[in-house]
């Protein structure tokens, strides 16, 4: 008997999957930097905290996608939420800041599911249609952060100090709990997909990374790309401790902006994305969203009081929720199909590389040059972001024209 492929239920398990993974993270976001500050944590460690994590997702991204080119999607992709889940139950029974950046960490390591999940879409999803796909996804991200602070709040509002914090990181182990088990019992591998080359040999794997840069429809999108976790990974940081000093928030009040930011996103990324992407095009959705970021970013010297940071949130969601899922659309559509995978383990080693960067650069300017120093400096990058996309506009429209 011939295997049924996987089809629309395939897909919805995988959103499921990817929607426990982020809301696993999206409940710890409000209470890392607080909970660091607890052993004594400065400004800087705290975003040191954040690119412990990203510097070992981007040791493990690429292998996890090339690996799974070989060995399958599913097997990586259980073997990912597995370890997911482990790196917070660790979280929750530490007690010492050695063992938060223990935790996070091994937390790292085992953080495939994003790229192997995206691969697994270019997998049975026709190129044409992948952009509406990309963006369910990002509706599901959006729906982790939406839910996740929202479970954060909670647990504010319905108690206080530091079993709350223990509490959360718990609640985030059995999510990904949940996601493993979903993995396992109900995900289906692909009917097929293109064999890379032997993932354990080095030169294998540049082979496949540089294959996955070497266009410009892929190289460009990649770039901006880099930009947006760049600069998101620098907020993630720091912006609860910006909020602590401006504008006297806790763990309660930055739990309802992440709510509310990540409402958008859902909105945005799974009503809006996949029919302008179809009337408009990718690159324009990356050019509008990159120019919205950056005037969001802007915004931080405007902010008095927390009416003027909700609005500058909502220009930042926006803007990144049509721009993120259309790049990583742009890039699967360009990327060999015998190298799907690894051309999204090179996108999240790329954004991986900056989110290591990202917080340690704000968190250094946040320390150096003042609070606001890190959201002035995102606002010029994003701007910088949209001149490139305007330029990769430009080139795609020339590769078209005739002659």
């Not at 990159?290 to 930042?316: D, E, K, N, Q």
Request: aromatic fraction near 12%.
């Amino acid at each position: 008997m011939i295997a049924k492929p996987p089809g629309k239920g395939a897909i919805s398990v995988l959103l499921l999957i990817v929607f426990f993974d982020m809301l696993a993270f999206g409940i710890i976001i409000p209470f890392t930097p607080f909970w660091a500050e607890r052993y004594g944590a400065s400004p800087f460690e705290v975003a040191l905290l954040f690119s412990t994590y990203s510097f070992f997702a981007l040791l493990s991204s690429f292998p996890w996608g090339v690996i799974s080119d070989k060995w399958g999607r599913r097997p990586i992709l259980c073997f990912s939420m597995l370890g997911t889940a482990i790196s917070f139950a660790w979280v929750s029974q530490s007690d010492a800041l050695w063992m938060l950046f223990a935790a996070r960490a091994f937390g790292g390591l085992m953080g495939g599911t994003l790229p192997v999940a995206q691969a697994y879409i270019a997998d049975v999803t026709p190129r044409e249609d992948r952009a509406g796909r990309m963006g369910m996804m990002g509706a599901a991200i959006g729906a982790g952060f939406v839910l996740g602070p929202g479970i954060g709040w909670a647990l504010t509002r319905f108690g206080t100090g530091e079993a709350d914090f223990r509490t959360a990181f718990m609640i985030a182990a059995g999510v990904g709990a949940a996601g493993f088990v979903s993995a396992l019992l109900l995900l289906r591998e692909p009917p097929s997909r293109a064999k890379s080359d032997d993932p354990r040999s080095i030169p294998a794997r540049m082979k496949a990374f540089s294959v996955a840069g070497a266009t410009p429809g892929v190289l460009y999108p990649l770039v901006i790309l880099t930009v947006l976790a760049f600069c998101m990974a620098g907020l993630e940081a720091t912006f609860a401790l910006w909020t602590e000093r401006q504008l006297h928030w806790g763990v309660r009040e930055v739990s309802i902006f992440f709510l509310y930011i990540g409402g958008i996103m859902v909105l945005v990324q799974g009503g809006l994305v996949r029919p302008l992407a179809k009337r408009l095009g990718e690159g324009k959705l990356v050019v509008a969203g990159t120019l919205l970021m950056s005037i969001g970013y802007a915004t931080v010297l405007f902010v008095f009081a927390p009416p003027l940071a909700f609005a500058g949130g909502a220009l930042i969601a926006v803007g990144f929720g049509l721009a993120n899922p259309s790049l990583t659309a742009l890039i699967s559509r360009n990327a060999p199909d015998e190298h799907q995978g690894a051309a999204m383990g090179a996108s999240q080693s790329a954004q991986s590389l900056c989110r290591i960067l990202g917080p340690i650069m704000a968190g250094a300017a946040f320390s150096g040059f003042g609070r606001d120093a890190p959201y002035l400096a995102g606002a010029i990058i994003l701007f910088i972001g949209f001149l490139i996309a305007i330029r990769a506009l430009k080139v795609a429209a020339r590769s078209q024209s005739p002659g």
